[in-house]
């Protein structure tokens, strides 16, 4: 019968102790209040069932999750309705979603953000899976349509799930929604700055196929009903029925709105199906905003969106976002139309009474 002392074993590891289960291999168990020792019996097939168990609690102990995944992301909720995208792996720990922050009727371009445009509704938490990986959450129109969500955290992305109801006997005048991103602390922003506009040469659209960053985007429109912001229509909107925001005659060449962290090390993108319209707003914020078109008595529809919190490896971003929205093609231009060409820059707003605005 042979025999080693842990000591023995211990002393022909040249790496340090966090290699110890790997060269120890099959003469010692790893489990929590159990000793080093040798079976004394002889060796057989299951001898490497230490040694596998012995890895796995050590790339837990080494990376602080199963199998290495350190950089999962989880979801969190809080009323009335607020998103939480969490990873400790990410520029300012979290990710807050104004989700969702408004439903809208359509002539909303030049109309009042309170009066007109926003539909009420009431957020509830169905559920959260034990992981933090599955949130349910269900939205009651004032109208009575009903929205249920579906979202699911992977390791680097967030997926959208939505079905929308109209169960009444009236039209809805639901057309589109916003999911309001904040970026601050993931762009390298605090909060108390005042400058609204510090964070946007770390925000991108794509533009003549590249990645382009919003201080090369030409031109930048000042003018609008509530300002500042920026709002770029795609060609399958009406220009009338966008965000209140100033509205850019430049349309990118898809759905695809992001940005890049402080440090340049991680990218923020969103993209939805079908997406009414890509909006650059006043707290640090971006959205590709979801389109519903507006429902009829007993109508369902179904719409999906996608988080991406990745590397910042564009080219990994963009073949992603192609396989994941193949019907999001490219519209670099904007059709000469009597009722598609982008009218040219209204004049300063007139003065009106303070009134809440969209973000």
Not at 41 to 70: E, K
Not at 183 to 196: E, H, I, K, R, V
Not at 208 to 213: G, I
Not at 312 to 322: F, I, K, S
Request: aromatic content about 10%.
């Amino acid at each position: 019968m042979r025999s080693w002392s842990l000591s023995l074993e211990l002393a022909r590891i040249p790496i340090g102790w966090p290699m110890a289960p790997l060269a120890l291999g099959r003469w010692v168990w790893i489990l929590p209040g159990m000793f080093p020792f040798q079976s004394a019996r002889r060796p057989n097939y299951l001898d490497h069932v230490p040694s596998l168990r012995s890895l796995c609690l050590w790339i837990f102990l080494w990376t602080g999750s199963p199998m290495g995944q350190a950089d999962s992301l989880t979801l969190r909720f809080k009323a009335p309705h607020w998103l939480y995208i969490e990873g400790d792996h990410l520029p300012g720990k979290s990710i807050e979603v104004n989700y969702l922050e408004a439903y809208c009727r359509a002539g909303s371009t030049d109309a009042d953000w309170v009066k007109h445009t926003v539909i009420p509704h009431r957020a509830e938490l169905i559920s959260l899976s034990a992981d933090r990986k599955t949130l349910k959450l269900r939205d009651t129109l004032e109208d009575g349509v009903v929205v249920d969500h579906t979202i699911r955290a992977g390791t680097d992305d967030v997926d959208f799930r939505l079905v929308a109801h109209n169960p009444g006997p009236k039209r809805s005048e639901a057309h589109w929604a916003q999911a309001c991103v904040r970026l601050g602390d993931f762009t390298g922003f605090p909060a108390s700055s005042t400058n609204l506009d510090d964070y946007l040469p770390q925000c991108f659209l794509i533009m003549s196929n590249r990645v382009t960053r919003f201080p090369e985007i030409q031109p930048w429109v000042k003018a609008a009903r509530y300002v500042p912001g920026q709002t770029w229509c795609p060609r399958h909107v009406p220009r009338t029925d966008v965000n209140p925001r100033p509205l850019s005659p430049v349309v990118p060449d898809d759905g695809l709105i992001g940005a890049f962290s402080g440090d340049g090390q991680w990218l923020f993108a969103t993209a939805w199906q079908p997406y009414q319209e890509l909006f650059q707003g006043v707290i640090r914020c971006l959205h590709s905003d979801l389109r519903l078109g507006g429902l009829q008595p007993g109508e369902t529809k179904r719409i999906r969106g996608r988080i991406y919190l990745m590397k910042a490896d564009t080219q990994a971003l963009r073949n992603r976002y192609a396989g994941d929205f193949p019907e999001h093609r490219p519209s670099r231009t904007v059709p000469q139309t009597a009722s598609s060409k982008a009218a040219p820059p209204s004049p300063p707003p007139t003065r009106r009474p303070p009134q809440k605005s969209p973000q």
